[in-house]
């Protein structure tokens, strides 16, 4: 196993920016009926194999221009509770359907997302019992039965010990056995870290490679290389790895600052070969450019952005930039 003294300080930063202000107290979300059909599974588009994976918070509003240039949605996010309980009480219907208009409409993927940058607290207790596993697993297929989703994406920050990685290891690998069979995937978020016993996360179907929020310019295109071989190292097949970009910039001294993709455009119109402005570090244009044809040429399975609202809407948008390389629309 691994040595959890290895972890690096960096991961006292990762996801500044995964939640933005305070959120309502947990409550008990009334049980959704449980169906017996499985949910209608979309097909990535024929045009777009490579995916385009954009994580949507539920403190955003939903922009219905991006169902044109996503493969993939993943409404963030639902917290778990130590009894197995799922708290939503931070996703609301209306949104859910704004999603199934986009899944029928654009052939868009849509997924719950279950954790999160402290959404997490109750993993530990919640995995080490397979009781509560069990009714964990139970209550999540009902949930997405009813949503008729295509998956569930986890991100537990962090376990702590080599018994917690065991245990979560244990409810992906139950978690996937019963999703696979209704036709749905199971990803999962993770940081790319040696310490991080990353070959027994095999049992998914997607890594959703966090390469941000690292060093003081905390996503280089170098940085992104590294990462996503260290992946590979461990024996995960590129297909299952997709590389995760931010559309935000963070300042490279602390205290750290945290602007958003369009802040930065409206307030430096910094050139699009540009990653640094007012000693904020971004990921500009180009570099989105020749991280997304990396992972292309490398044959990853796609890309994952943090987070869509970060984004501008005109010709400087980096999800557009995206999906046209994915496409074929614009050549690397």
């Known amino acids: 196993m691994f040595d959890m003294k290895l972890i690096p300080i960096f991961l006292t930063l990762v996801f500044l920016t995964s939640c933005g202000g305070s959120t309502p107290p947990p409550t008990s979300p009334k049980p959704a009926p449980v169906s017996t059909v499985s949910p209608t599974p979309t097909e990535p588009p024929k045009s777009a194999p490579f995916a385009v994976i954009g994580y949507f918070p539920d403190y955003r509003e939903l922009n219905p221009t991006w169902e044109q240039n996503l493969t993939d949605i993943l409404y963030f996010s639902t917290e778990p509770r130590a009894d197995g309980t799922l708290d939503t009480s931070r996703l609301n219907e209306e949104t859910w359907a704004q999603l199934q208009k986009m899944k029928t409409e654009h052939a868009t993927r849509v997924h719950l997302s279950i954790g999160g940058w402290e959404r997490g607290n109750d993993f530990a207790e919640l995995t080490a019992n397979p009781n509560t596993r069990r009714a964990f697993i139970e209550n999540l297929l009902r949930y997405l039965l009813a949503h008729n989703l295509d998956g569930a994406d986890f991100d537990w920050e962090f376990p702590q010990s080599d018994t917690e990685f065991e245990n979560y290891i244990s409810m992906l690998t139950e978690i996937q056995a019963v999703l696979s069979a209704r036709g749905m995937s199971v990803s999962v978020a993770l940081p790319a870290d040696p310490s991080f016993p990353l070959a027994e996360f095999a049992v998914v179907d997607r890594f959703h490679i966090m390469s941000y929020d690292r060093a003081a310019k905390h996503a280089t295109y170098e940085q992104a290389v590294d990462d996503v071989q260290l992946f590979l190292d461990a024996g995960i097949p590129a297909e299952k790895l997709i590389l995760g970009v931010p559309f935000y ?17 409206g307030q430096y119109q910094p050139a699009s070969s540009m990653d640094e402005v007012d000693g904020i570090y971004f990921n500009g244009l180009e570099t989105i450019h020749h991280k997304t044809c990396y992972a292309m040429g490398e044959g990853l399975g796609g890309v994952m952005i943090w987070e869509l609202a970060h984004d501008t809407t005109d010709a400087n948008s980096l999800l557009q930039r995206m999906y046209a390389l994915a496409t074929g629309k614009i050549q690397c």
Do not use: F, K, T, W
């Open 249 to 265: 910039g963070r300042n490279v001294q602390p205290p750290y600052r945290v602007l958003s993709y369009a802040e930065i455009m």
